[in-house]
């Protein structure tokens, strides 16, 4: 299959650099010059995000324990499908396990749900920002997508879809049972 990708950075050098400046033009960039992707086995991919009370969060801030990444919509039934099975996870790998929901529904609409739906863990949200944002990195195509990341910082697992059971099938190969409290 054949890559526009040169061409489309062509295109985009030959933009007058007032244009290269502006909201759009950084987007643009974006896409012609994305940020690398990352692959089971790689190190942890991090970038801003915000949570409900417009606070700036990393991923890194929760290094040292499993992290599960949720990248899921306000909008996806299989998302909503998943949360009883996420709640599960939670209280089953307590201190073990870091569950960080990762959103890019447009913020009003995201902070109204939070505040009208229970969900489990870290709920952040991460503005559209092209070939750059977390979801680019993680190759995430559609929703839901998993990420499992090990306590050292290191990409264990990936996949996309829901169905239930899949979520504690995949932990269980991961994360040992023997401990069950409550995390955040």
Request: glycine content about 8%.
């Amino acid at each position: 299959m054949r890559s526009f990708r040169p061409v489309f950075q062509q295109l985009y050098a030959r933009m007058p650099a007032e244009w290269q400046e502006t909201k759009k033009g950084k987007l643009i960039e974006s896409y012609a010059f994305p940020a690398p992707t990352v692959e089971e086995g790689d190190d942890i991919a991090d970038g801003l995000l915000y949570d409900a009370e417009g606070k700036s969060r990393h991923l890194s801030e929760l290094q040292g324990r499993y992290i599960l990444l949720d990248f899921w919509s306000i909008y996806c039934g299989p998302c909503r499908m998943s949360e009883p099975e996420m709640e599960e996870i939670v209280h089953l790998y307590g201190d073990k396990l870091t569950l960080v929901g990762i959103s890019n529904d447009e913020k009003i609409s995201w902070n109204k749900f939070l505040k009208e739906h229970k969900m489990p863990g870290y709920q952040w949200n991460e503005p559209k920002n092209g070939g750059r944002s977390l979801a680019s990195r993680y190759k995430v195509g559609s929703i839901p997508h998993f990420v499992l990341i090990s306590p050292e910082g290191k990409i264990l697992k990936m996949w996309t879809g829901y169905r239930k059971g899949i979520l504690k099938s995949k932990l269980k190969k991961f994360i040992s049972e023997d401990t069950i409290h409550s995390i955040r």
